[in-house]
T-cell receptor, first 108, second 115 residues
Framework: TQLLEQSPQFLSIQEGENLTVYCNSSSVFSSLQWYRQEPGEGPVLLVTVVTGGEVKKLKRLTFQFGDARKDSSLHITAAQPGDTGLYLCAGYTGKLIFGQGTTLQVKP | DTGVSQDPRHKITKRGQNVTFRCDPISEHNRLYWYRQTLGQGPEFLTYFQNEAQLEKSRLLSDRFSAERPKGSFSTLEIQRTEQGDSAMYLC?????????????FGPGTRLLVL
């Protein structure tokens, strides 16, 4: 069974702080995606990483795919209250396998 | 195109009743997925279609659950004899088949509460 472990599961920080969310697996994925989900809505795709070692930036968000394509991280710089939500990583091997998510709360 | 739509957005039912949810994917997408999500957790895969063919079903999908995509466009998910443990958000997603990566676009979900 392929599993994706996300950590931490819950994070509460003050506006302006930096944070990193980790996504780890013992399985190799052909690609990995990060989604953000707000309460009562479906997940919205943030980024797809495909190549081992790849780094992608989306404004204050930096995504990295591990060299072995088994893990990934999401780093947010200077978090804002609008970043609050559930962050999900998902590995692709013909279908998406989701991690359990990281609930981020950014307090003003 | 308005994206993936799901109907209804919310459903409250009594235990033992049958419910049916509908998903309308993005029109040119050939794959359609159903997921179940409980509060604070990631979505769990239930089943998916490529065009009208149902290609995979999760072990989570008991015989009370059935999904159809009769013309390769919209899909329905029916739950018979609902149980309280069926209470969850049911998400639909659609995509175009790709090689190493597949971008799935999610609908807003149907939140089911079984009393």
């Amino acid at each position: 069974t392929q599993l994706l472990e996300q950590s931490p599961q819950f994070l509460s920080i003050q506006e302006g702080e930096n944070l990193t969310v980790y996504c780890n697996s013992s399985s190799v994925f052909s690609s990995l995606q990060w989604y953000r989900q707000e309460p009562g809505e479906g997940p919205v795709l943030l980024v797809t990483v495909v190549t081992g070692g790849e780094v992608k930036k989306l404004k204050r968000l930096t995504f990295q795919f591990g060299d072995a394509r088994k893990d990934s991280s999401l780093h947010i710089t200077a978090a804002q209250p609008g970043d609050t939500g559930l962050y999900l990583c998902a590995g692709y091997t013909g279908k998406l396998i989701f991690g359990q998510g990281t609930t981020l709360q950014v307090k003003p | 195109d308005t994206g993936v739509s799901q109907d209804p957005r919310h459903k409250i039912t009594k235990r033992g009743q049958n419910v049916t949810f509908r998903c309308d994917p993005i029109s040119e997408h050939n794959r359609l997925y159903w997921y179940r999500q409980t509060l604070g957790q990631g979505p769990e895969f239930l089943t998916y279609f490529q065009n009208e063919a149902q290609l995979e079903k999760s072990r989570l999908l008991s015989d009370r659950f059935s999904a159809e995509r009769p013309k390769g466009s919209f899909s329905t998910l029916e739950i018979q004899r609902t149980e309280q443990g069926d209470s969850a958000m049911y998400l639909c997603a659609s995509s175009l088949v790709a090689s190493r990566a597949e971008t799935q676009y999610f609908g807003p979900g149907t939140r089911l509460l079984v009393l």
